[in-house]
Nanobody, 115 residues
Framework: VQLQASGGGLVQAGGSLRLSCAAS????????MGWYRQAPGKQRELVAI???????TYADSVKGRFTIYSSNAKTTVYLQMNSLKPEDTGVYSC??????????WGQGTQVTVSS
């Protein structure tokens, strides 16, 4: 499985961005996809995940502001980020989890929120 992330950039606080993660390869084995982020000097943390059945989970810090969803073919996962805050700054990476526990990572995309 290959993952290609895009959509990062620089935005002012209160603004919005949408990240995309396009997946290719053996998608039939993928049980969930998600977004993680890593801020400078901090550990990587989960932002949001979506299962193949459409169930979503969010970090408390982004609930009500971020929405994760997938394309109809479930080959692309999006992260709509609204009301962005400076503390949302970081490198955002997408991940796919297979039904047998294999993890796949895409390259990171930088999100910078200015105050």
């Amino acid at each position: 499985v290959q993952l290609q992330a895009s959509g990062g950039g620089l935005v002012q606080a209160g603004g919005s961005l949408r990240l995309s993660c396009a997946a290719s390869g053996s998608m039939s084995s993928i049980s969930a996809m998600g977004w993680y982020r890593q801020a400078p000097g901090k550990q990587r943390e989960l932002v949001a995940i979506i299962t193949s059945g459409g169930r979503t989970t969010y970090a408390d810090s982004v609930k009500g502001r971020f929405t994760i969803y997938s394309s109809n073919a479930k080959t692309t996962v999006y992260l709509q980020m609204n009301s962005l805050k400076p503390e949302d700054t970081g490198v955002y990476s997408c991940q796919a989890l297979s039904s047998v526990g294999s993890l796949y990572w895409g390259q990171g995309t930088q999100v910078t929120v200015s105050s």
